[in-house]
């Protein structure tokens, strides 16, 4: 019957699907490698920056291995190379290619932090600076993120006059609005408070007139009695 046979070839394509998910799970939950948000960061000519690199591992690590690689339009090259024995061992240094490089990371407390400082920055040092780890607990599946270094003669001062400008027009018309609203709801009050005692007055005035032109239920409607 060819509508069985659909059927069963249906079945082996989902049961194929949920295989390949089973297995892509492990890996969608695996190590993950961070250098922070920013992508780019500048260092003036000179002096020293910190590259930084932090790692986290659902499944945990042993004999974790550790490198950082540089590389610009010309230039490849391992900078360092480690290795971490495990959750409880710090960092351990197997390799380096540049003695101005120093490892400045720690496992501990979780924090499995393996970023490098590099001193005496030269404008040669401009170019991308990856950071790679393997887990042989995850079939050593090689995991990276890169940040872009930029050696530059001095760091250019940010103008933030307009920034501040615009900060206090805003504020200025935020608090005009919540002080016009603050006004109109005082006047709003006055005016109750004002038609309030309007109608006390009014109700008032009515007793005394119905009093003066003897109505029923004024004093007036009182008479004295007949002397027969």
């Given at each position: ?84 024995k495990n959750e409880k061992s710090d960092p351990k240094v197997k390799l380096k290619d540049d003695d101005r490089i120093t490892l400045e990371g720690s496992v501990k407390e979780k924090v499995n932090n393996i970023s490098i400082l590099l001193r005496n920055l030269e404008f040669s040092d401009t170019g991308k600076y990856t950071c790679h ?96």
């Open positions: 019957m060819p509508g069985a046979g659909h059927r069963g070839a249906a079945r082996a394509r989902w049961l194929g699907t949920g295989l390949l998910g089973l297995f892509l799970l492990p890996v969608s939950l695996s190590l993950e490698v961070s250098v922070g948000k920013a992508t780019t960061i500048y260092a003036v000519n000179g002096t020293e920056i910190l590259l930084p690199c932090t790692f986290t591992s659902c499944f945990g690590f042993q004999n974790l291995r550790f490198w950082w690689s540089y590389n610009s339009s010309d230039t490849f090259k391992i900078l360092i190379d480690g290795i971490v780890v393997k887990n042989p607990k995850e079939n050593y599946l090689q995991h990276q993120a890169t940040i872009f270094l930029q050696v530059v003669d001095k760091l250019e001062e940010v103008d933030n006059t307009v920034t501040l400008i615009i900060l206090a027009v805003v504020g200025g018309v935020i608090g005009l609005l919540i002080f016009i609203l603050l006004v109109k709801k005082f006047i709003a009050f006055i005016i109750k408070k004002t038609q309030e005692k309007k109608k006390e007055c009014l109700v008032s005035s009515s007793g005394n007139d119905n009093t003066e032109n003897g109505l029923p239920g004024s004093k007036a409607e009182e008479k004295a009695p007949t002397k027969v």
